[in-house]
T-cell receptor
Framework: GAGVSQSPRYKVTKRGQDVALRCDPI?????LYWYRQALGQGPEFLTY????????KSGLPNDRFSAERPEGSISTLTIQRTEQRDSAMYRC??????????????FGPGTRLTVT | AQTVTQSQPEMSVQEAETVTLSCTYD???????LFWYKQPPSRQMILVIR??????QNATENRFSVNFQKAAKSFSLKISDSQLGDAAMYFC????????????FGTGTKLQVIP
C-alpha cells in the first residue's frame, strides 16, 4: 500500500516568504507527527495530531510555525516569514494508533527546505 | 526529559565483518521502546530493529541484533556480515510506551562499509 507522502520534496524560498509543507499520511492512521531534521542531526519533534486535534505543539520553535490537520487526514505545516535558520528537512510520520503496543511510526520522505 | 546519546559520530567496518554501534539513553520511565533507524543517502528513515523494555530477550532481525542493558540504559546495535548496502546514518531512538508516541532521536552514527 501507499506510504506517507510529502510535498513538495524540495522547496527553495527567499527569506521572508511563507511556505506550506504538506503531509499525506497512510490511510486510516490516526496519529500524525511532524519532525525537523537539521543536517547531521537526528529528527526533532515539532508537533503531534490525534485525528484533527493538535495534542502537542511543544516542539514548534516559535510562533512563525503552525500546523493543522482539519479533517484528520492531510496535514499542513506552515512557516511564516521564513529565516535562513529554518533550512532543514521537515519530516512527517504517521501511526495507526496513539498509545500502547508498538504501533510503529512510518516516516515520509521529507521536504528539504532551503531558505536563501 | 528523555535524552538519547550516540557517542560515535562515525564508524567504519570491512565488508563481511561485524560492527557495533553504541547508544545510551536517559529516562525515568520503566516501560518504553527503543529503536534503531537507518537513513541511507536517499534520506529515507527505515526502521531496522525494535526492542520493548519489558522484554529481557534481545531483539534480532537477520544480521541485526541489539544488546539491551536496561539497568545501564544502554542499547547497542550489532551488524554482522556487513554489506555495502549497510552504509548509512544510524539513529538510535526512544519512545515512551504510554500516552502518545513522540520519538526522541540521537544525533546519529555514520557507518562506512569498506569493500
Amino acid at each position: 500500500g501507499a506510504g506517507v507522502s510529502q510535498s513538495p520534496r524540495y522547496k527553495v524560498t527567499k527569506r521572508g516568504q511563507d511556505v506550506a509543507l504538506r503531509c499525506d499520511p497512510i490511510s486510516g492512521h490516526v496519529s500524525l507527527y511532524w519532525y525537523r531534521q537539521a543536517l547531521g542531526q537526528g529528527p526533532e519533534f515539532l508537533t503531534y495530531f490525534n485525528y484533527e486535534a493538535q495534542q502537542d505543539k511543544s516542539g514548534l520553535p516559535n510562533d512563525r510555525f503552525s500546523a493543522e490537520r482539519p479533517e484528520g487526514s492531510i496535514s499542513t505545516l506552515t512557516i511564516q516569514r521564513t529565516e535562513q535558520r529554518d533550512s532543514a528537512m521537515y519530516r512527517c510520520a504517521s501511526s495507526l494508533m496513539t498509545s500502547g503496543s508498538s504501533y510503529e511510526q512510518y516516516f515520509g520522505p521529507g521536504t528539504r527546505l532551503t531558505v536563501t | 526529559a528523555q535524552t538519547v546519546t550516540q557517542s560515535q559520530p562515525e564508524m567504519s567496518v570491512q565488508e563481511a565483518e561485524t560492527v557495533t554501534l553504541s547508544c545510551t539513553y536517559d529516562t525515568s520511565e520503566s516501560d518504553y521502546y527503543l529503536f534503531w533507524y537507518k537513513q541511507p543517502p536517499s534520506r529515507q528513515m527505515i526502521l531496522v530493529i525494535r526492542q520493548e523494555a519489558y522484554k529481557q530477550q534481545n531483539a534480532t532481525e537477520n544480521r541485526f541484533s541489539v544488546n539491551f542493558q536496561k539497568a545501564a540504559k544502554s542499547f547497542s546495535l550489532k551488524i554482522s556480515d556487513s554489506q555495502l548496502g549497510d552504509a548509512a546514518m544510524y539513529f538510535c531512538a526512544y519512545r515512551y510506551s504510554g500516552g502518545y508516541q513522540k520519538v526522541t532521536f540521537g544525533t546519529g552514527t555514520k557507518l562506512q562499509v569498506i569493500p
